[in-house]
């Protein structure tokens, strides 16, 4: 029964002469593999065919507004937005977790009660919240509200506060995730709180840190689209403020979206370079 | 204050560990509260004859001093009494079925477990708490770590950093903890790879390594803090038969310069070798302590009897 599914062409007696050499080992074939490829190529060949042949989507204007002051003064906005957000956000959250796992029972539900809170409210609804928020307290210490909490300063604060809620999780399952062992090593050997958090802990936590929070840092990017409803002018909004103008919807929308992508594209390589970084030490040999 | 911590290593309560020590014990706020002043070093813990090649002086004070300690995970009772001497330059091996306590003894010896009543000291000093007239006050964490630089603790599972090189595990405490310069602490720890003969894994990551090797790196770490007494835990239990003898070889080589050790291990022969005192515990009591002859070759009681006649 075994001997059918070895390659028929041996004749049996050779494995057994030692002389003879070792057999070749032969893949099994995958047809099937190869016939779903082929088919899989063929039509993302039709479709990238068709939307380039597609004159609707007006490739010329997505060119020409590529790289337009507009635009890159939107895309300027959303990169400082989302970098703010996450450094922001990954600080806040990463006190969040350290009370959540604190001894101190008021710590602990303080920090529960912030997720919970933060995680069930629409980041629109928060977003509009703080925009209107004057409503609430007309004067913050003196100062009118109104004046203190501009557009980009509500869109930071409710973006921050809404990632914290996030990241704090991120940070918590990547403190559980170090060995207990490692801790007690640390105490044993004499090293303070500190430097233990700092030197043993956090390079350890990272590794199960870094995919979750380069799945966030991408989510922000696009995330912070949403400011485009309190009027901050980030990457979206400036493209939409020009189809409003010229309505060539399509092409603008285009224009953005291929921003996104790129950007994306670069953090994948960094996040990939981010991870190595981490890694190192768990590789055997 | 280290008036106060000197104190206790003179305090006496006299006559070997018993039952009715245990029975009596108090909570630790109050086991402290009656010293019998004016006597002079503890009493031997029965049995305890030094060996010829390293006898510390005849009434040394106990490196390590256990008084009826107890110590509970919620209604369990793990520690139910302990007393327990080593004298400098002692080596006590510490013998006795899963689940007998072993381990929690020797983490209460650092202050990684607290003790629920009695009281630990080592080289003279409380460990972890201060005595203030007829009070043990929790020391703050600053001075518990201190504490436990001189006390290096060897894990069953090495816990070695594993995304610091070998060097830089065994520079670390020194530099952190004890503020040495980095040169000066980088030196000592490639005499002390050397030592453990691993001279040249020095920039290494542990998981490049043997467990046997692991283990001899853990070792020089925990040496590198210079430090008076050394707790092992099974240091042997998760090797492979064939690499448990080089890391005995080192632990033997340590006893043989005077180094004051602890060893929790299920290694017979082991103990038969190097140990001045062996200690068989279960459930949360030292059944039998003495000799290796003693203990090892004419056993008292049943469960010793009975636990030897399964390891060996
Ligand atoms: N942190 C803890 N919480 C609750 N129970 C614990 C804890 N640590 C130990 N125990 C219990 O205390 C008892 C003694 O444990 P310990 O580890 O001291 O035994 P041991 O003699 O070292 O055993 P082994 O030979 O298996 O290592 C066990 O029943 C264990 O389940
Ligand atoms: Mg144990």
Redesign the interface.
């Known amino acids: 029964m075994s001997s059918s599914t070895l390659t028929p062409s041996t004749p049996p007696t050779e494995q057994d002469r030692p002389s003879a050499p070792a057999p070749r080992i032969v893949p099994r074939r995958r047809p099937g593999q190869w016939a779903a490829a082929v088919v899989l190529l063929v039509l993302l060949a039709l479709a990238i065919r068709s939307v380039l042949r597609n004159r609707a989507f007006q490739w010329d204007v997505v060119a020409h507004y590529f790289t337009s002051t507009a635009v890159l003064r939107g895309l300027g906005l959303t990169l400082w937005l989302t970098a703010v957000v996450m450094a922001l956000g990954f600080a806040l959250g990463a006190l969040l977790a350290a009370m959540r796992l604190s001894g101190n029972p008021v710590l602990r539900a303080v920090s529960w009660g912030y997720v919970w809170l933060f995680r069930s409210v629409p980041i629109l609804v928060q977003l509009l919240f703080w925009f209107n928020i004057g409503a609430l307290y007309p004067q913050i210490l003196g100062v009118r509200t109104v004046n203190l909490l501009g557009p980009v300063t509500v869109a930071v604060v409710g973006l921050t506060l809404h990632e914290a809620a996030y990241a704090a999780e991120v940070v918590r399952g990547g403190i559980l995730s170090v060995d207990r062992g490692q801790i007690e090593a640390a105490q044993a050997l004499g090293l303070g709180r500190w430097r233990r958090s700092r030197r043993i802990v956090a390079p350890q936590a990272m590794r199960a840190i870094v995919p979750p929070a380069g799945n966030m840092l991408i989510g922000t990017l696009k995330g912070t689209s949403i400011v485009s409803v309190i009027a901050v002018q980030d990457l979206l909004y400036s493209a939409q403020l020009v189809y409003h103008r010229t309505y060539q919807v399509i092409p603008l929308l285009m224009v953005a979206t291929l921003w996104y992508v790129a950007v994306t594209s670069v953090l994948g390589v960094g996040q990939h370079y981010v991870e190595r970084h981490f890694a190192r030490g768990s590789e055997r040999r | 204050m280290s008036a106060d911590l000197g104190e206790h290593g003179t305090t006496a309560e006299g006559g070997a560990p018993s039952e009715g020590n245990a029975a009596g014990a108090v909570r630790a706020v109050r086991d402290a509260a009656d010293p019998a002043p004016g006597q002079a070093g503890p009493p031997l813990p029965d049995g305890a004859t030094a060996r010829e090649h390293r006898t510390p002086a005849g009434g040394a004070p106990a490196m390590v001093d256990v008084r009826s300690v107890h110590k509970s995970f919620g209604a369990h009772e793990v520690l139910r009494g302990i007393d327990l001497r080593v004298r400098a330059g002692e080596v006590a091996v510490v013998l006795g079925p899963s689940g007998s306590g072993k381990s929690t003894l020797l983490r209460t010896i650092?202050h990684?477990e607290k003790v629920d009543s009695g009281r630990i000291s080592v080289d003279g000093a409380l460990v972890g708490y201060r005595r203030c007239g007829d009070r043990l006050y929790e020391l703050r964490?600053?001075e518990i770590?201190?504490q436990?630089?001189r006390?290096?603790?060897v894990?069953q599972?090495f816990?070695?950093?594993?995304?610091?090189?070998v060097l830089d595990n065994i520079v670390?405490?020194p530099v952190?903890?004890?503020k040495r310069p980095r040169r000066q602490a980088v030196a000592a720890a490639e005499r002390l790879l050397a030592r453990v003969g691993l001279a040249d894994r020095a920039a290494s990551?542990?998981?490049?390594l043997s467990g046997g090797q692991q283990q001899r790196v853990a070792i020089a770490?925990?040496l590198a803090?210079e430090p008076k007494l050394l707790l092992f835990d099974e240091p042997t239990s998760a090797l492979d038969p064939e690499l448990v003898g080089e890391v005995l070889d080192v632990i033997k080589d340590l006893a043989h310069q005077g180094t004051t050790m602890i060893v929790v291990t299920h290694e017979i022969g082991f103990a038969r070798e190097v140990a001045d005192t062996v200690v068989f515990m279960d459930d949360g009591r030292i059944v039998e302590q003495g000799s290796p002859a003693e203990v090892l070759d004419r056993p008292r009681h049943d469960r010793t009897r009975a636990f030897l006649s399964k390891v060996l």
């Open positions: 650092n990684l964490e600053r770590l201190k436990r630089t006390i290096g603790f894990f599972n816990h070695l950093f594993p995304h610091l090189t670390e405490a952190s903890a004890l990551y542990p998981r490049q770490r925990a803090l």
